[in-house]
């Protein structure tokens, strides 16, 4: 029984990673409407990080250290500043590029 269970488990990791790697590809494959393509998911994700790590960001807005704000701040900055930039992304992407005089 411990046999078929692993056996499932390892057909269902292997759905999973074939399944995000056709994803994957098929996102590769499609061309952007944006001539200068930029990333900026990642640009924000990186900079949210380093800033993160460099400094104490709950202390720069002095957030008391009472039932563990400080990492709770820190987390909602990460995830704002992840926010942020996707919806950069999304505009960089969208109405930018359709009014872009280099686009096609």
Known sequence: MKVIASLLVLLLSCSAVVSAASAHRKLQQTPSTNPF???FNKAGASFVSEFT????VAKMFQIPDTYGYQDLFEELFK???TVGSAGVQRVY???LATVSPLAG
């Open 53 to 56: 790590d460099e400094y104490n």
């Open 93 to 95: 992407d969208g109405p």
């Open 79 to 81: 995830l704002f500043g």
């Open 37 to 39: 393509p930029l990333d």
